[in-house]
């Protein structure tokens, strides 16, 4: 069962920005930290960022720091991931997920349960 429809995927050229949107279906997001992931071909999933339930805090692996934020706006149950300064080794499918949580997040939680279907992102020139 998926729980998020993940969209704003597609192609982008080395250095431009694109901003991912991850709506909840089903539930409602508002007791759950939501964390971003991607896999690449051959590559295991990896943790990009998470939000805290009430988006008060955000943390990010280092790969993306500093490139990558998220945002939540619970009224409309949906997170952003907006990327900036793509790269290359940034093309994957990109996922989020939700975990039941009162307060903080971990991006390496293994404790998300809920899931989307994934959008493409591609980044060449």
């Known amino acids: 069962q998926l729980h998020f429809v993940e969209s704003g995927g597609g192609l982008v050229q080395p250095g431009g920005s694109m901003r991912l949107s991850c709506a909840a279906s089903?539930?409602?997001?508002?007791?759950?930290?939501v964390g971003w992931f991607r896999q690449a071909p051959g590559k295991e999933r990896e943790g990009v960022g998470c939000?805290?339930?009430?988006?008060?805090?955000?943390n990010f692996a280092d790969s993306v720091k500093g490139r990558f934020t998220i945002a939540r706006d619970n009224a409309k149950n949906t997170v952003y991931l907006q990327m900036n300064s793509l790269k290359p080794e940034d093309a994957a499918i990109y996922y989020c997920?939700?975990?039941?949580?009162?307060?903080?997040?971990?991006?390496?939680?293994?404790?998300?349960?809920?899931w989307g279907q994934g959008t493409q992102v591609t980044v060449s020139s």
């Open positions: 997920a939700a975990e039941p949580r009162a307060s903080g997040c971990l991006v390496y939680s293994s404790d998300y349960d809920k």
């Open positions: 089903g539930f409602s997001l508002n007791k759950n930290a």
């Open positions: 939000i805290s339930s009430r988006g008060s805090r955000a």
